[in-house]
Structure formats: structure tokens, C-alpha cells
């Protein structure tokens, strides 16, 4: 059973397009996010919501949307894309650890690689 | 503002050497480095981590060394074999509440056979 499951895998479109990738998680986790990947393999944050509030917003163009229906699932619209756009883009979630370590451990999807073309 | 500073940014070895990366950090409220493997085309998992409390930790052949007073950490990996071919992640944040782990710009590790 997938604990990160991140719909399509793959995604090719042109510039100007409107597109979104899905995430769900069945780890009862609390918080999820969205990362970028890109072509050097940097991992740079984009969002997070815990409970469905988001709680982080990293410097991201408002092009970029989130959704979080409910915990368990944290969707990414992203309108007019640019070339710039293209990358792997990465859905998480993660649950503190509330033994001595105070971690909180991510738990990372397969990834959905945009192209832009 | 990178708050984590990796090297190498790529690093091949011969099967059953030692593969050393090395990173560097700033903010001193940082007290959790864990260490993220990615193989590819699939995302980053947790391999191992340390907490500041201790200068070292080992599991199997993956050996994480924390200097505090260097603001440093390193992952070792000993007898490295090709299934460790991958890139190598660390990462920091503040334990107890920070959902925001900065990483490391990554490492590739080829290891030869």
C-alpha cells in the first residue's frame, strides 16, 4: 500500500496551460507539503498545511495554488505555466515524534515531473 | 538563503570504500540533522538522523558525526556498494516544532563496482 501517492506521474503541456497534481496520503499524518525539485536536484519548499491550515508559504508566484480538502489529501493548481516551471514537483507528509527525538520525519511521495514546453 | 551548506556535490567510489559528505550550518537554533536518500525517480527517504546530544550515531554502515562547536555534520558510509548509489540530502531544523526542514543542495554518490 502506497503511504504517498501523487497523481500523474508524468505531465507534458505548453506554456499558458492550466494544470494540477493530486496527493494522498493513508498515514493518518497531520501535515503535508509540496516541494520543487529541480534540474540540480535542489529541494526548495513551496507549502504546508497541518489540519487543513496552511502553515507554510514559501516565496512561490500566486500562479501556484494549494488545496487541502481534508488531511489526507493536498492538491497543486498551477495556472498560465511557464517554462520555468518545469521540474519535479514532490508531495510529503509527516507526524512529529514525540519520543526523545522532537523529529519531524517526512515521508515523501514518488514525485510528478512537469514539463513545460 | 541556503542555510545548509553540502559538499561534494558528487562523489564516486569503489565498491567497498568509504563515501564521506560533509555539511555545514548556520543557525545555531538548529538541533535535528537528518539525513534523506533519493534514488532515482523516486522521492527522498529518512536514512538516519542525530539530535546534538551526541557526537556520533551509527546504523549498519551509514555513521552520521556531529561537530557542534564547527556548526558540522557529515554522513559516512563504509564497505559502500553499488545498491548505495544514489543522492545523499542532509537537512536541519529545530526539533519540537519546526515543520520547515532546510536541505542540503544534495550529493550524488556512484559507487563502482
Known amino acids: 500500500d502506497t503511504a504517498v501517492s501523487q497523481t500523474p506521474k508524468y505531465l507534458v503541456t505548453q506554456m499558458g496551460n492550466d494544470k494540477s497534481i493530486k496527493c494522498e496520503q493513508n498515514?493518518?499524518?497531520?501535515?503535508m507539503y509540496w516541494y520543487k525539485q529541480d534540474s540540480k536536484k535542489f529541494l526548495k519548499i513551496m507549502f504546508s498545511?497541518?489540519?487543513?491550515?496552511?502553515?507554510i508559504n514559501e516565496t512561490v508566484p500566486n500562479r501556484f495554488s494549494p488545496k487541502s480538502p481534508d488531511k489526507a489529501h493536498l492538491n497543486l493548481h498551477i495556472n498560465s505555466l511557464e517554462l520555468g516551471d518545469s521540474a519535479v514537483y514532490f508531495c510529503?507528509?509527516?507526524?512529529?515524534?514525540?519520543?526523545?527525538?522532537?523529529?519531524?520525519?517526512?515521508?515523501f511521495g514518488a514525485g510528478s515531473r512537469l514539463t513545460v514546453l | 538563503q541556503q542555510q545548509v551548506k553540502q559538499s561534494p556535490q558528487s562523489l564516486i567510489v569503489q565498491k567497498g570504500g568509504i563515501s564521506i559528505i560533509n555539511c555545514a550550518y548556520e543557525?545555531?537554533?538548529?538541533?535535528?540533522f537528518p539525513w534523506y536518500q533519493q534514488f532515482p525517480g523516486k522521492g527522498p527517504a529518512l536514512l538516519i538522523a542525530?539530535?546534538?546530544?551526541?557526537s556520533e550515531k551509527k546504523e549498519g554502515r551509514f555513521t552520521i558525526s556531529f561537530n557542534k562547536s564547527a556548526k558540522q555534520f557529515s554522513l559516512h558510509i563504509m564497505d559502500s556498494q553499488p545498491g548505495d548509489s544514489a543522492t545523499y540530502f542532509c537537512?536541519?531544523?529545530?526539533?519540537?516544532?519546526?515543520?520547515?526542514?532546510?536541505f542540503g543542495a544534495g550529493t550524488t554518490v556512484t559507487v563502482r563496482a
Open positions: 510529503a507528509s509527516s507526524q512529529w515524534d514525540r519520543g526523545q527525538s522532537g523529529a519531524n520525519v517526512l515521508t
Open positions: 498515514l493518518g499524518h497531520d501535515t
Open positions: 498545511y497541518n489540519n487543513k491550515e496552511l502553515i
Open positions: 543557525n545555531t537554533a538548529f538541533d535535528y
Open positions: 542525530i539530535r546534538p546530544d551526541v
Open positions: 537537512a536541519a531544523s529545530r526539533a519540537f516544532g519546526d515543520y520547515k526542514l532546510s
